[in-house]
């Protein structure tokens, strides 16, 4: 059976690139429907890139296959993996971090290491550096098309191999709840935090009250005000400072209609932690 392929990167879309990948799998079979997450990921960025996966995949078919590259290893000897999560979607990546998220909030069932050599364009051997074409778009193309099953992928390692980035989990101390700022609403500038509704639900703050909101950089203070808890943006005044659930049900803080990032340079990962507490 014919599953859906899903690509993401850290390539864009002003090249080649991604068309070329897209080639390649439909030269292994022109029948595949093939669909992006996103290619506009940071270069490098394998934080944002394990993040991405875990927005966008959980709501695509049982079956559906991803292929991710943010690959700033290319042509060195980290790992080619495929693996199969809980909820039985596949993913063909580089083993350098991309899985962490999908680990740690969705699981993985079984991981599977295929050899570069084998899995690979023909034609392709003397290139090194665009592995997302010549191995990934290839093994990801002959995964969804059936033409390759799962098993025959490579031989089975174990799920505790996987390269994890180190994440930070929420927590609550006191009556206060310490989190970061895990990823951005990137066209609006808005922070999504790790904080999910039900852990900001124990600090009891209604709709329409006001919580304090401290953000910090590795101890220097960037942010710290009482803001607004509301349902959506039209809950604030134009340009007004609003906490919310976003749409993975985490707490997300916002300026209405103007991005919340870039007014107060903030950016995202472990270092960036956020402290969510009542209005006094």
Request: proline fraction near 4%; charge should be negative; include cysteine.
């Amino acid at each position: 059976m014919k599953q859906l392929l899903v690509f993401q990167s850290d390539f864009g879309l002003s090249d080649g690139a991604v068309s070329a990948m897209y080639g390649v799998a439909l030269s292994v079979d022109p029948t595949l429907k093939i669909s992006n997450n996103t290619h506009d990921i940071p270069t490098f960025n394998v934080w944002e890139g394990s993040y991405r996966l875990l927005q966008a995949i959980s709501y695509w078919p049982e079956g559906t296959v991803f292929v991710s590259v943010v690959d700033p290893g290319v042509g060195c000897d980290r790992r080619s993996i495929v693996v199969k999560t809980m909820d039985g979607h596949y993913v063909v990546t580089p083993d350098n971090g991309t899985l962490s998220h999908i680990k740690n909030k969705i699981g993985i069932a079984e991981a599977r290491l295929f050899d570069e050599s084998v899995n690979r364009l023909p034609r392709s051997g003397e290139s090194y550096t665009f592995h997302g074409r010549d191995v990934y778009a290839y093994t990801g193309a002959r995964l969804a098309s059936g033409k390759i099953y799962f098993e025959e992928v490579g031989p089975e390692v174990p799920v505790d191999s996987l390269i994890e980035l180190p994440l930070f989990e929420a927590y609550r101390s006191e009556n206060q709840i310490i989190g970061i700022i895990e990823i951005l609403d990137i066209c609006f500038g808005n922070l999504w935090t790790n904080i999910p509704r039900e852990l900001f639900k124990e600090l009891d703050i209604a709709l329409g009250e006001k919580a304090w909101v401290k953000i910090e950089k590795e101890g220097i203070v960037v942010y710290e005000e009482e803001v607004l808890y509301g349902r959506s943006f039209a809950d604030s005044q134009l340009e007004e400072a609003i906490i919310y659930m976003n749409s993975l049900d985490h707490l997300g803080i916002a300026l209405n209609q103007k991005s919340f990032a870039d007014t107060y340079t903030i950016g995202t990962g472990n270092e960036w932690h956020i402290t969510i507490g009542k209005a006094l």
